[in-house]
């Protein structure tokens, strides 16, 4: 089981940016892939971007795609989302996940590691 904590979260303006980390618990073994998934009020959660266990290859939700970077760093084990040019449809919780799987997966039930969230919220 691989324990996850997301922060960084806030408040912002449209047009702004911010960065939000996710850190895998220490002793975290063997590879794994992780993602951002975020669910705005009475929404579904939606897959934002994923990222190997390398770090080397990414894919993104075309809604994102050109306006947030994923990484990590860390030995692998710390996980970031870089948002630019942040519009109010992207306010919602975001949620990192983590999986043993190396292929790039969209649907949260590909997942079975999961962070608390942690709120970005972009208004004026």
């Known amino acids: 089981q691989i324990q996850l904590a997301e922060s960084g979260g806030g408040l912002v303006q449209p047009g702004d940016s911010l960065r939000v980390s996710c850190a895998a618990s220490?002793?975290?073994?063997?590879?794994?892939?992780m993602a951002w998934f975020r669910q705005g009020p009475r929404t579904d959660r939606f897959f934002v971007a994923w990222?190997?266990?390398?770090?080397?290859?990414?894919y993104y939700a075309p809604s994102v795609k050109g306006r947030f970077t994923v990484s990590r760093d860390n030995g692998g084990n710390i996980m970031y989302l870089q948002m630019n040019n942040l519009k109010p449809e992207d306010t919602a919780v975001y949620y990192c996940?983590?999986?043993?799987?190396?292929?790039?997966?969209?649907?949260?039930?590909?997942?079975?590691?999961w962070g608390r969230g942690t709120q970005v919220t972009v208004s004026s």
């Open positions: 220490e002793g975290a073994s063997g590879t794994y892939a």
């Open positions: 996940a983590a999986s043993h799987s190396d292929r790039p997966a969209a649907a949260p039930a590909a997942y079975t590691n």
């Open positions: 990222i190997d266990w390398t770090g080397t290859a990414t």
